[in-house]
T-cell receptor, first 112, second 112 residues
């Protein structure tokens, strides 16, 4: 996971609370992604940012907002957390035209 | 809508045996990836397959791609306990950025 950091690593929220997951990279790549991983379902794309200043919805965007603060940072916000958002969240970096993706260490979120 | 299916989802095998994990996908794609995930950890990139007939090998793992059949395989030769993990395939499509669609994952357990 060198070059991709996520904070926090763990978080417990109550239903209705809000929080922001942070992702930062030091690889100077353009594309950044947020995925969630649920048991038995693989990873699903929430939002992505192909470059600074742009964001697009993925497969499961409802209940989330994102912000591409600058080239290094991409944040994911839960405005009103729900138990269905209990998951592991991964930030992924992809270089333009590159064949590899770089996965962050993940944030384990529990909503009670 | 792109769908990616893996089988089997669970695989328990003995050390020294061979086995194959299958990954089927529903529409044309740009690239196909295989990842490994250990419990509680992030994903580790194993292989990227770029074109029809591509074959990649690393140690006891070999991946292949048949784009006409929309099928990739991950073959395990003479399994060892250290290969126990969950393996994911993911299909990439470029639409204003790389978008990965993951299979459900195959949980592999190698028993002594």
């Amino acid at each position: 996971n060198a070059g991709v950091t996520q904070t926090p690593k763990f978080q417990v929220l109550k239903t209705g609370q809000s929080m922001t997951l942070q992702c930062a990279q030091d690889m100077n790549h353009n594309s950044m992604y947020w995925y969630r991983q649920d048991p038995g379902m693989g990873l699903r794309l929430i939002y992505y940012s192909a470059s600074e200043g742009t964001t697009d919805k993925g497969e499961v965007p409802n209940g989330y907002n994102v912000s591409r603060l600058n080239k290094r940072e991409f944040s994911l916000r839960l405005e009103s957390a729900a138990p269905s958002q209990t998951s592991v969240y991964f930030c992924v970096i992809c270089g333009q035209g590159a064949y590899e993706q770089y996965f962050g260490p993940g944030t384990r979120l529990t909503v009670t | 809508e792109l769908k990616v299916e893996q089988n089997p989802l669970f695989l328990s095998m003995q050390e020294g045996k061979n086995y194959t994990i299958y990954c089927n996908y529903s529409t044309t794609s740009d690239r196909l990836y295989w990842y490994r995930q250990d419990p509680g950890k992030s994903l580790e990139s194993l292989f990227v397959l770029l074109s029809n007939g591509a074959v990649k090998q690393e140690g006891r793992l070999m991946a292949s791609l048949d784009t006409k059949a929309r099928l990739s395989t991950l073959h395990i030769t003479a399994a060892v306990h250290d290969l126990s993990a969950t393996y994911f395939c993911a299909v990439e499509r470029w639409t204003s950025g790389s978008r990965l669609t993951f299979g459900e994952g195959t949980q592999l357990t190698v028993n002594p």
